[in-house]
């Protein structure tokens, strides 16, 4: 059984009908990319996952998606312990305003309530080692992570979701604000989380998709036109409208 499953899935923005029909299984520790053209609806399937299209004034859901075998959309779903299991990196590293520390115990204290410090100690620690930031900032955790690099920022920012124990890590544009060196650590850093966390990625960067993924899906105007193992979609896609995108003659 697949980690996550779609079926039949759609979701309108008032009238504009954002994901149509969006059928999907997506495998526990792989990393899964969706590619497609901007505005074809990548992102708003990426915010399913952990319903966060629910903030959203006039948003209409259908189908369902399963996690584990359960519906994220069932009326019991409890959305601060699905936020726990599925967590999400931003575009643009996004770290609070306060200590490298306290932006990693942020979410265990959610999460948790009350915890001793000694296990917010390990939980930070362990967190940093994940993300390869512990030798590097170990000294420094009481300084502001404001002051961070931007891959730094975007290493403790998934360092801020490992440490409440996700199951899924959503990664939207991960690496569009890095420079090529940081893209690899960060790709680097993908390839040895995915041991550990079934990873979907949202990328406009081909290229990525190909390095680092294992399946690939291609979306276009909100249906997701082709899945499959990465290597079949960017050698032999089976839809024309593929190979269009992938070869640059799209549109």
């Known amino acids: 059984m697949p980690k996550i499953q779609t079926n039949g899935l759609g979701l309108w923005y008032g009238g504009f009908h954002a994901l149509k029909n969006v059928n999907a299984g997506f495998e526990a520790n792989k990393i899964t990319a969706i590619i497609g053209p901007s505005g074809c609806g990548k992102s708003t399937l990426l915010r399913v996952f952990n319903r ?8 209409r859901i259908e189908g369902d998606v399963l996690i584990d075998g359960s519906n994220i959309f069932d ?7 699905l936020r726990e299991k599925v967590g999400m990196v931003f575009q643009r590293p996004n770290p609070f305003p306060l200590s490298i520390y306290e932006n990693i115990v942020f979410g265990v204290r959610v ?8 296990k917010l100690d390990e939980a930070v620690e362990q967190s940093l080692k994940s993300v390869l930031l512990w030798d590097e900032l170990k000294d420094r955790l009481d300084k502001p992570a404001l002051r961070l690099s931007l891959e730094q920022k975007q290493r403790l920012c998934i360092a801020r979701l490992i440490a409440v124990r996700p199951d899924v890590l959503l990664m939207d544009e991960p690496c569009s604000t890095l420079d090529p060196q940081a893209t690899a650590r960060i790709e680097e850093l993908m390839r040895e989380l995915k041991a550990s966390y079934t990873i979907i ?20 105007l909100g249906e997701l036109i082709e899945f499959g193992r990465t290597e079949a979609i960017f050698t032999a896609p089976r839809d024309k409208r593929t190979e269009d995108y992938i070869t640059g003659r799209y549109g």
Do not use: C, P, W
């Not at 990625?201 to 276009?220: C, E, K, P, Y």
């Open 111 to 118: 999460h948790n309530g009350r915890v001793k410090r000694d």
């Open 201 to 220: 990625i949202v990328t406009h960067n081909m290229q990525q998709a190909a390095r680092v993924s294992d399946d690939t899906g291609f979306m276009l």
């Open 52 to 59: 966060m299209n629910d903030l959203i004034e006039g948003v």
């Open 75 to 81: 009326m019991r779903t409890d959305l601060v312990t």
